[in-house]
């Protein structure tokens, strides 16, 4: 089974409003990472957050992590049309040894 | 700019044809990774390399192989197509770390379709 779940599948918001996912996992892990897909292409890395960290910043992105619940957010504020992709979430295992565990991802769809 | 890149974007085999799918990367980076990604599952692994010559099995290596001569250099090997090997192959890079995973660095991807 995926190690980590997003939450929502699919989100639809217009531009100019805040866009919110959420990661859940299930076992302890080193860090957690959200990478960006656009439709038909690689993945793109955003941000890496550390096990002994609860929040961090990029730009628009604000992740935060809550190692007691096992989940972590993603928040894209003042969203664009350029936003529109597929969100994933990747888990580093503590046992994991260089691998990442990847959910399915959440599909947000910016409208202008 | 780092670099990720797959020998084709687009790739049509028949079934029970041996197909190769190349990666390459441009960063010196230890690891390399190939997985599949179909609608609804997400990534999955198929197989690891933390090292020229070395590999790791992922969570669905059967009906794959890989190979791994050069460090830059990561290969992916269906041995007989089969049409449930349609899919879209990505292959990562990252930094080796001891029991750490880095940031991983994707090329653009493959779409394969087994007739």
């Known amino acids: 089974s995926q190690q980590g779940e997003e939450d929502p599948q699919a989100l639809s918001i217009q531009e100019g409003e805040n866009a919110t996912m959420n990661c859940s996992y299930k076992?302890?892990?080193?860090?957690l990472q959200w990478y960006r897909q656009n439709s038909g292409r690689g993945l793109v890395h955003l941000i890496l957050?550390?096990?002994?960290?609860r929040e961090k910043h990029s730009g628009r992105l604000r992740v935060t992590l809550d190692t007691s619940k096992k989940s972590s957010s993603l928040l894209i504020t003042a969203s664009r049309a350029a936003d529109t992709a597929s969100y994933f979430c990747?888990?580093?295992?503590?046992?994991?040894?260089?691998?990442?565990?990847f959910g399915a991802g959440t599909q947000v769809v910016v409208t202008p | 700019d780092v670099k990720v890149t797959q020998s084709s974007r687009y790739l049509v085999k028949r079934t029970g044809e041996k197909v190769f799918l190349e990666c390459v990367q441009d960063?010196?980076?230890?690891?390399m990774f190939w997985y599949r990604q179909d609608p609804g599952l997400g990534l999955r692994l198929i197989y690891f390399?933390?090292?020229?010559?070395?590999?790791e099995k992922g969570d669905i290596p059967e009906g794959y192989s890989v190979s791994r001569e050069k460090k830059e250099r990561f290969s992916l090997i269906l041995e007989s197509a089969s049409t449930n090997q349609t899919s879209m192959y990505l292959c990562?890079?990252?930094?080796?770390?001891?029991?750490?995973?880095?940031?991983?660095?994707f090329g653009p991807g493959t779409r394969l379709t087994v007739t």
């Open positions: 990562a890079s990252s930094l080796w770390g001891v029991a750490v995973s880095y940031e991983q660095y």
């Open positions: 076992t302890s892990i080193n860090n």
């Open positions: 390399s933390y090292d020229v010559k070395m590999k």
């Open positions: 960063m010196d980076h230890e690891n």
């Open positions: 957050i550390r096990s002994n960290e």
């Open positions: 990747a888990t580093d295992l503590t046992d994991s040894w260089g691998k990442l565990q």
